[in-house]
Structure formats: structure tokens, C-alpha cells
């Protein structure tokens, strides 16, 4: 082989190897925060963190304070190179879907682990915010990470709920 199809071999195989790589770890790590999100989110089950504006019946209230959760999450080089086809053509991004999906359960997962790292009972009033924290491109399109946060009026109860 001549030294100039050995360059030509390598610039074509480089950005292979490169989307092959980043979906394998990619993969892995996103595997990973589901299991773990899965686990702590069992460990949490029984602790309301719940939309309502008022206290339901039988709660009554000793303090209250603001708790919050946050989490930037971005997505693998791959997922972004499907997303970037994906927008040529239109239609649902389903890369994008499982990004959100751990990003929302992470920070309600961090706003619960506030709340009960301060000693509340329970968190009323749950809001959620998103936003694009950075582009993929130089031009200011595409998304290359999101921050979402949750955030709510923990309470503390005279009787905790069992």
C-alpha cells in the first residue's frame, strides 16, 4: 500500500472508530445512571414529593423551606451525530428522549435528597425547569447539554406519613 491510501485508509476509519467508541461508552454510562437512578429512587419511594399547592388533609406543617435539585447532562458524540441526521429529515429525536428522561429523574432525585438531608417530610408545590446550556455548533444551533431543576417547598410534619 502506497503511504497516501494508508492516510486516506486512516482519515476514513478515524471517525468510525470515533462514533463506534463514543456509542459504546456512551451506552455504558447512560446503563449505569439508570441503574443507579433506579436504586435511589427505591430507596426514596415512600417519601411524597408530589404537585399539590395545598397540604392534604390530615398534614399539618411545623416549617417549610425551599429545596431544589439540579443536573447538567449531555449527550454523547454519537447520539448528537444521530440527532444532527435526524434533523435533516425531521421527526421525533429519540436520542434526546433517555437524556431527558435520567436528566428529570436525577434532579428530582437530588430535591428529594435535600429535602430529607434537612430533616423534611415530605415536598409539595414540585417544579421542574429546563434549559440548553450549550450548543453543539459554532453557529449557536443544536444542543450539547441541558440543565434541568427541580424544586418545591419541602414541609415538615407533626406526624410524619408512614
Do not use: C
Request: without cysteine.
Amino acid at each position: 500500500m502506497s503511504p497516501e491510501s494508508i492516510e486516506v485508509l486512516i482519515s476514513l476509519l478515524f471517525p468510525l472508530v470515533l462514533l463506534i467508541g463514543t456509542y459504546l461508552i456512551g451506552t455504558l454510562l447512560e446503563r449505569r445512571h439508570f441503574t443507579d437512578l433506579r436504586a435511589r429512587e427505591e430507596h426514596f419511594r415512600g417519601f411524597p414529593a408530589i404537585t399539590f399547592e395545598n397540604l392534604p388533609a390530615g398534614w399539618e406543617a411545623t416549617s417549610s423551606d425551599v429545596v431544589q435539585g439540579s443536573v447538567v447532562v449531555s449527550l454523547d458524540y454519537f447520539k448528537r451525530f444521530i440527532a444532527a441526521l435526524r434533523a435533516l429529515v425531521g421527526g421525533r429525536v429519540k436520542s434526546y428522549e433517555p437524556l431527558l428522561d435520567r436528566a428529570r429523574r436525577e434532579a428530582n432525585l437530588r430535591m428529594i435528597e435535600d429535602a430529607t438531608s434537612r430533616g423534611f417530610h415530605a415536598v409539595i408545590n414540585v417544579r421542574l425547569e429546563t434549559s440548553r446550556m450549550a450548543s453543539a455548533r459554532g453557529d449557536g444551533k443544536g444542543t450539547a447539554g441541558i440543565e434541568i431543576l427541580a424544586y418545591g417547598t419541602a414541609i415538615r410534619l407533626a406526624s410524619p406519613p408512614s
